[in-house]
């Protein structure tokens, strides 16, 4: 099948476009999580962990929401 069609069929909303994917096959390019070796003050890491506390989340995601957020701007800015 031809993008084109496939977009077309996705517009139009009237048939399930997911069964001419291979989803055993898909991947999600640059969202490998990779492992970072990051050393921070006792201070930083126990306010990190009362922030992640009060928003019901962990330190990990709390420290990749608040990255994504400085970074992610800066890199739509760049690419436009």
Not at 6 to 29: C, M, N
Not at 35 to 46: G, H, I, Q, Y
Request: hydrophobic share 40%; net charge negative.
């Amino acid at each position: 099948m031809k993008a084109k069609d496939l977009d077309r069929l996705f517009d139009e909303g009237k048939e399930d476009v997911l069964q001419y994917f291979d989803l055993e096959q898909a991947e999600r390019p640059n969202l490998v999580p990779v492992d970072v070796d990051l050393s921070l003050p006792r201070w930083l890491v126990n306010r990190l962990d009362q922030e992640a506390l009060r928003l019901g989340v962990s330190r990990q995601s709390l420290i990749t929401i608040w990255l994504a957020d400085r970074v992610e701007p800066r890199q739509r800015t760049a690419a436009e």
